[in-house]
């Protein structure tokens, strides 16, 4: 079926699938990532643990020893899917997002490493052997579903974040993750709970860009967009004390 781009103005009530997507991508947790095999060819599919850089590109913390890893060696080129249907009676008429791109080692590992271990926290047993490296997926273009004859391709820009204004937020993401989790942790539950229509729990934090940040609790994750940009450590307060009124204020859904 070819991608149909008139869904791009979605009935009342639905998110633009660029925003779609984007929630996909922030909130994926694990994707099928397809390489070419490099002995025969052929498409290659497994299943990997997925977090994000600040701007969303993909990233994967994978053995060398693991087939996908020596295919990437041999051919960047690469797609993921990420699968957000869990839970519906009939998967395909769920979302999911196709990313085409290459894959590559990240050029700065160590900060991957740790975005990717603040959403896999289990994954620190295996990290540091010395056959594993964190891989980014540069996303060339994507392919979103949103269930029956919603069908859209989206470029790069579309599914990408702008962080070229963000530097000071940027270097701050870390401090203002580990203060939110220290000191607020009731303000981020209720971030959880009364906005994002989760269960209680002791949510964490685990990561701020831009567009808006990204909450943890065991397998589950959730995004809460802020309504405008944020590209300093001034107007992210601004945004998350904002959230914390909002969410003090609203019913849980």
């Given amino acids: 079926m070819s991608p149909n781009n008139s869904d791009r103005n979605s009935p009342p009530g639905e998110p633009e699938p660029a925003v779609a997507a984007r929630h996909i991508l922030r909130t994926a947790l694990k994707g099928s990532l397809a390489t070419l095999d490099h002995q025969t060819g052929h498409p290659y599919a497994s299943l990997v643990l997925t977090a994000t850089e600040p701007d969303g590109s993909p990233i994967l913390l994978i053995s060398r020893l693991a087939r996908h890893t020596r295919n990437l060696e041999t051919d960047r080129r690469a797609s993921l899917l990420l699968d957000a249907t869990n839970g519906l009676g009939d998967p395909l008429a769920g979302g999911r997002l196709t990313l085409v791109g290459d894959a590559r ?45 919603k069908i859209v391709a989206l470029s790069a820009r579309e599914v990408m974040t702008e962080v070229t204004d963000a530097h000071r937020l940027l270097a701050a993401a870390a401090d203002i993750v580990t203060h939110m989790n220290d000191d607020h942790s009731d303000a981020v539950a209720l971030y959880a709970t009364n906005l994002a229509g989760a269960p209680p729990g002791p949510w964490r934090l685990v990561g701020i860009d831009p567009e808006g940040v990204d909450l943890l609790l065991g397998d589950a994750a959730v995004r809460l967009a802020f309504p405008a940009r944020v590209c300093d450590p001034q107007a992210a307060r601004a945004a998350l004390v904002a959230l914390a009124q909002a969410a003090r204020g609203a019913t849980p859904s």
């Fill in 105 to 149: 080692p990240n050029r700065d590992p160590a900060a991957a490493l740790a975005r990717f271990l603040t959403r896999h926290p289990s994954a620190e047993g295996y990290a540091q052997f010395a056959d594993f490296s964190v891989y980014r997926v540069d996303v060339a273009h994507a392919h979103y579903i949103g269930g029956f004859g």
